[in-house]
């Protein structure tokens, strides 16, 4: 038994959780439902690093994925279907190493190892995906974005806690050169499997093939895993990059420099808002924020247009309609009496083509468009003149006669 196990008597006490890592046993976090473990320990250890708390003895932590634990003691059952995790084929000549190397190849998308490596990792209904931030792009939320873009399985990245960890998940091209001491994160539940699409195969070359002069945050691969030299973390974007609508409960949160989770709001669908669940104590976590006072109660999302609508069907008409996961899909109302489940849903999305690139309708504004690339390249962008707004995510504004092959298209669900 390792020292830190020894010496570990308070935390045992308090949370009753022991983690085997690395040849020790230390005292615990669950975080994400198991996803990942904070791991505590009274001495030093390689890889740990200090970060003490209040009341407590153990101020060297680590967080690691449930995938590096040999054994987890103590752990409560779990309440909900654990998600899928990448599983990686045994084989004589190749193993964990082999994969990340093969991960971080672009020639390597079609290895067939890799791909059954990468399709393992799956999103569900109800499963919870997250989205990485910088200040401005939570004010942006905040304000009335949706979820667009390339996004991770909380499952995947949940040991990842750190500004410094998370770097390497952002999109706004700012990384590990933004030296702020706060990570931000938007959290929801997916909808359908089908709103997500794996940015790999020939339809998503382009994003491959895009110069570092016309894009924001890290090259994309195009074998579905993230850029990293020490993390596997497949990633996903939203299919065509269209927004999604925003689920019921959606969360957005802080980690600060210590790792901890900080609920910043909860989205109100009824009120189209989000409610401020932080307190006193926290509220300077949300000082570099642009525009969004730290003290506001409530902020609603106002008259943003909307480029998405999830569309229910109950007794024949049409309604608006919400995703309050893991329950389903009812009737958007103020009143509880009319929040009925729906009878059919789907996700409404406006496409169109501009100079023969297909594109998103996401406004009109006297006559111009706003459109976003389906399929991001460096033929499309120059064609388009698109502008990066983020990873994966180009815009542009076109004049409304120019534009065919405008129309509405609803991707209904299975319920």
Same mark, same amino acid.
């Given at each position: 038994?390792?020292?830190?196990?020894?010496?570990?008597?308070? &935390?045992?006490?308090?949370?009753?959780?022991?983690?085997?890592?690395?040849?020790?046993?230390?005292?615990?976090?669950?975080?994400?439902?198991?996803?990942?473990?904070?791991?505590?320990?009274?001495? /030093?250890?390689?890889?740990?690093?200090?970060?003490?708390?209040?009341?407590?003895?153990?101020?060297?932590?680590?967080?690691?994925?449930?995938?590096?634990?040999?054994?987890?003691?103590? &752990?409560? /059952?779990?309440?909900?279907?654990?998600?899928?995790?990448?599983?990686?084929?045994?084989?004589?000549?190749?193993?964990?190493?082999?994969?990340?190397?093969?991960?971080?190849?672009?020639?390597?998308?079609?290895?067939?190892?890799?791909?059954?490596?990468?399709?393992?990792?799956?999103?569900?209904?109800?499963?919870?995906?997250?989205?990485?931030?910088?200040?401005?792009?939570?004010?942006?939320? @905040?304000?009335?974005?949706?979820?667009?873009?390339?996004?991770?399985?909380?499952?995947?990245?949940?040991?990842?806690?750190?500004?410094?960890?998370?770097?390497?998940?952002?999109?706004?091209? &700012?990384?590990?050169?933004?030296?702020?001491?706060?990570?931000?994160?938007?959290?929801?539940?997916?909808?359908?499997?089908?709103?997500?699409?794996?940015?790999?195969?020939?339809?998503?070359?382009?994003?491959?093939?895009?110069?570092?002069?016309?894009?924001?945050?890290?090259?994309?691969?195009?074998?579905?895993?993230?850029?990293?030299?020490?993390?596997?973390?497949?990633?996903?974007?939203?299919?065509?990059?269209?927004?999604?609508?925003?689920?019921?409960?959606?969360?957005?949160?802080?980690?600060?420099?210590?790792?901890?989770? @900080?609920?910043?709001?909860?989205?109100?669908?009824?009120?189209?808002?989000?409610?401020?669940?932080?307190?006193?104590?926290?509220?300077?976590?949300?000082?570099? +924020?642009?525009?969004?006072?730290?003290?506001?109660?409530?902020?609603?999302?106002?008259?943003?247009?909307?480029?998405?609508?999830?569309?229910?069907?109950?007794?024949?008409?049409?309604?608006?309609?919400?995703?309050?996961?893991?329950?389903?899909?009812?009737?958007?109302?103020?009143?509880?009496?009319?929040?009925?489940?729906?009878?059919?849903?789907?996700?409404? @999305?406006?496409?169109?083509?501009?100079?023969?690139?297909?594109?998103?309708?996401?406004? /009109?504004?006297?006559?111009?468009?706003?459109?976003?690339?389906?399929?991001?390249?460096?033929?499309? +962008?120059?064609?388009?003149? &698109?502008?990066?707004?983020?990873?994966?995510?180009?815009?542009?504004?076109?004049?409304?006669? /120019?534009?065919?092959?405008?129309?509405?298209?609803?991707?209904?669900?299975?319920?």
């Amino acid at each position: 038994m390792s020292v830190a196990s020894q010496s570990s008597g308070a &935390a045992d006490e308090r949370t009753g959780l022991r983690v085997a890592y690395g040849g020790g046993v230390y005292p615990a976090e669950e975080i994400a439902r198991g996803a990942a473990y904070g791991l505590f320990s009274a001495d /030093e250890v390689p890889g740990f690093e200090w970060a003490p708390r209040p009341g407590t003895g153990l101020p060297w932590r680590r967080f690691v994925h449930v995938t590096e634990v040999t054994a987890v003691h103590g &752990a409560a /059952e779990p309440v909900e279907q654990p998600e899928t995790p990448l599983l990686v084929p045994l084989h004589r000549e190749r193993g964990w190493a082999s994969v990340h190397q093969l991960a971080q190849q672009p020639q390597a998308a079609g290895d067939p190892l890799l791909t059954a490596v990468r399709w393992s990792a799956a999103v569900r209904r109800g499963t919870r995906m997250v989205k990485i931030l910088s200040a401005g792009q939570l004010a942006g939320y @905040v304000r009335g974005w949706l979820p667009h873009g390339f996004c991770y399985r909380e499952h995947d990245v949940a040991h990842l806690r750190t500004p410094a960890a998370t770097a390497v998940l952002r999109g706004d091209g &700012a990384g590990a050169r933004d030296d702020t001491d706060v990570t931000y994160v938007l959290r929801w539940r997916a909808a359908d499997p089908a709103d997500y699409d794996v940015p790999v195969g020939a339809e998503h070359r382009g994003l491959v093939e895009l110069a570092p002069r016309d894009r924001l945050g890290a090259a994309v691969l195009g074998t579905g895993f993230v850029p990293s030299s020490s993390q596997l973390v497949p990633e996903f974007i939203t299919r065509d990059f269209a927004d999604l609508p925003m689920p019921a409960n959606a969360t957005l949160l802080a980690y600060p420099a210590d790792g901890s989770e @900080v609920v910043l709001y909860t989205y109100q669908a009824e009120q189209r808002g989000w409610l401020r669940m932080v307190g006193p104590q926290w509220r300077h976590l949300l000082a570099a +924020v642009p525009g969004l006072s730290p003290d506001q109660e409530y902020v609603p999302t106002g008259e943003v247009p909307r480029s998405t609508q999830l569309i229910g069907g109950y007794a024949g008409g049409e309604y608006e309609a919400v995703a309050d996961l893991p329950g389903g899909f009812r009737v958007l109302a103020m009143t509880r009496a009319a929040r009925y489940p729906v009878d059919s849903v789907a996700r409404r @999305v406006r496409h169109a083509r501009w100079r023969d690139v297909p594109c998103l309708v996401l406004r /009109e504004e006297a006559g111009w468009l706003r459109l976003r690339l389906c399929r991001p390249g460096p033929e499309a +962008v120059a064609t388009t003149g &698109a502008q990066c707004h983020e990873r994966g995510v180009y815009e542009t504004w076109a004049p409304g006669t /120019e534009v065919t092959d405008d129309r509405v298209v609803d991707h209904p669900y299975v319920i």
